[in-house]
C-alpha cells in the first residue's frame, strides 16, 4: 500500500486480557516508530525499529507491553494483563531512516472496559 | 529526559488573519523540528518540518522559523482559512532515544 497499514482500526477488550496490535509501515522504510495517544493529548514514543537492530524500548509504560518486528518490516505491538489506563489510540509511523520524516498510520483505538 | 513546551494551547482566529504557534524544547542537539496537523478523529499529517542549518523555511501559506540559540521554533499560518482548524502538534528529534518528542498541541478554531 501506498501508506502506513494499522490493524484492527478499534478494538474494545475486557480488563485482563491480552492484545496485539499490528502495523504494516510504507514499503522501504527501514525506521518503525509506535507512540501512543490519550484523548485529547500528544504522542507519546513507546518504541523504535531500526531495520533489524534492535529496538529502543525505553518509552514503554510497563513490562506488560512489548513489540517486535519480523523481517524488517511488519511490527506488532502486544499488551499483556490490559488495565484501563492502556485505554488510547496507538499510532505507528514509519521513516525512511532516521532522523527522516514520519508518516502516520490511522491508529488502533484501544477500549479496555 | 528531554521534553518540549507548545503555546498556546487553544487559539482562534477569524479567516484571513494569521495564526502563530511557538514551542521551546530541551535537545539542544536536535536538528530536526516537524510540525504535524491532525483533524479530529484522524493520523496526524507532516505540514512542514525544519532542519536546524536553516533558519526559515516556507510553503505557501505555511512557514517555519527556528532560532537554536533559544531553542524556540515557531509555525506561522497565513491568510487563514475554515479548512486550517485542527490540532497541531511541533515536534523534535530526541537524539538520544532517535524518535519524536510533541508538544502538547495546539488546538487552531478558523471562524468564517
Known amino acids: 500500500g501506498a501508506g502506513v497499514s494499522q490493524s484492527p482500526s478499534n478494538k474494545v477488550t475486557e480488563k485482563g486480557k491480552d492484545v496485539e496490535l499490528r502495523c504494516d509501515p510504507i514499503s522501504g522504510h527501514t525506521a518503525l516508530y509506535w507512540y501512543r495517544q490519550s484523548l485529547g493529548q500528544g504522542l507519546e514514543f513507546l518504541i523504535y525499529f531500526q531495520g533489524n537492530s534492535a529496538p529502543d524500548k525505553s518509552g514503554l509504560p510497563s513490562d506488560r507491553f512489548s513489540a517486535e518486528r519480523t523481517g524488517g518490516s511488519v511490527s506488532t505491538l502486544t499488551i499483556q494483563r490490559t488495565q484501563q489506563e492502556d485505554s488510547a489510540v496507538y499510532l505507528c509511523?514509519?521513516?525512511?531512516?532516521?532522523?527522516?520524516?514520519?508518516?502516520f498510520g490511522d491508529g488502533t483505538r484501544l477500549s479496555i472496559l | 529526559g528531554e521534553n518540549v513546551e507548545q503555546h498556546p494551547s487553544t487559539l482562534s482566529v477569524q479567516e484571513g488573519d494569521s495564526a502563530v504557534i511557538k514551542c521551546t524544547y530541551s535537545d539542544s542537539a536536535s536538528n530536526y523540528f516537524p510540525w504535524y496537523k491532525q483533524e479530529l478523529g484522524k493520523r496526524p499529517q507532516l505540514i512542514i518540518d525544519i532542519r536546524s542549518n536553516v533558519g526559515e523555511k516556507k510553503d505557501q501559506r505555511i512557514a517555519v522559523t527556528l532560532n537554536k540559540t533559544a531553542k524556540h521554533f515557531s509555525l506561522h499560518i497565513t491568510e487563514t482559512q475554515p479548512e486550517d482548524s485542527a490540532v497541531y502538534f511541533c515536534?523534535?528529534?530526541?537524539?538520544?532515544?532517535?524518535?519524536?518528542?510533541f508538544g502538547s498541541g495546539t488546538r487552531l478554531q478558523v471562524q468564517p
Open positions: 509511523a514509519s521513516s525512511l531512516d532516521a532522523n527522516q520524516p514520519q508518516h
Open positions: 515536534a523534535f528529534m530526541d537524539t538520544g532515544r532517535r524518535a519524536l518528542t
